[in-house]
């Protein structure tokens, strides 16, 4: 390493302990400190006008200390609200619920699964094969990701609040032996306005393409630059409970699967990418949320 990639990478590290402590002091400050530092601008919250600047007055308004939100952004506790909106069938199969890394019974688990922290985005283990799979570093990994209080690290104050658990679900996987296309339904007051495709390898996305809910090509990102995949048969079911889950909300994206016909259910994320996704930064999207 030569002198100036370790001045960067210390200024990096020094950073990110500064927002770290930031955001347990002040949220608000923490989102002005990363939001210069990503679009080189000052973050308006008193007259917001792009998308992003406002899914930061939401995060740090009324979606702030809401139970609602906090239960929704929980990867455990967002199960009992599609059971209460009729939709448990499209629920994934969960194997276990713990308290922490050291209570899972590996033993019990069938040869493929995925294990989520619910506190979190990212930060899953996935399994595809048993006998090659390590138990004791999973458990190493999963304490890393148990112990951070990971909204700190973008002042998400959405998952503050959630009392940390691990599930383990089953592993959703293509005819192929692939994960499957994420499909990431942006709702806006309770309606799909947009939606972004995420084609995923193991543990990286591999293309991201952005399309209307009419299956027109969005000129935002790379979109114009890959190939237009077939539009899903049920596309149109998953529309419709994209409404349903999104009708509480002013904004949130929610994530779906589609699998030989079944739709399976993946989250409801309010701060996409934190709230600071330069695609985002686009004249299409920014008249969609009003404030």
Known sequence: ?????????????????????????SPKTATKMIYY????????????KTLNEKIQCLKLGE??????????????????????????S?????????????????????????????HSSGGNIICTDKRSFDPADARRELWQ????????EYAETNYRFITKKIIIEKYIETASGNLPTDYRIMCFHGEPKFLYLTTWGINEILERQYLDIHWNVLD?????????????????????????LSADFK?????LFSVEG?????????????????DFDNAYVNDLLTV
């Open 145 to 152: 990701y148990y112990k951070e209080d990971y909204w700190k």
């Open 1 to 25: 390493m030569n002198k100036n990639s370790w001045i960067y990478d210390m200024g990096r590290k020094i950073y990110k302990k500064a927002v770290w402590i930031m955001s347990g002091v």
């Open 90 to 118: 499209i629920l994934n199969e969960m194997f276990m619920v713990v308290n922490d890394p050291d209570e899972i019974d590996f033993s019990k688990l069938p040869d493929k699964f995925v294990i989520k922290c619910n």
């Open 251 to 255: 904004f949130v994206r929610v994530d």
């Open 37 to 48: 530092r990503v679009f080189h601008k000052k973050l308006d919250l008193k007259n917001p």
């Open 220 to 244: 935002i990102g790379d979109s114009k630059k890959i190939e237009v995949p077939s539009r899903p048969e049920n596309f149109d079911e998953m529309l419709e409970i994209a409404r349903i």
């Open 63 to 88: 979606y702030y200390h809401n139970s609602l939100i906090t239960q929704c952004a929980d990867k455990y506790e967002v199960r009992k609200y599609l059971e209460e909106k009729g939709l448990s």
């Open 262 to 278: 079944k739709i399976y259910f993946g989250e409801l994320t309010f701060t996409p990418t934190g709230g600071y996704t330069k």
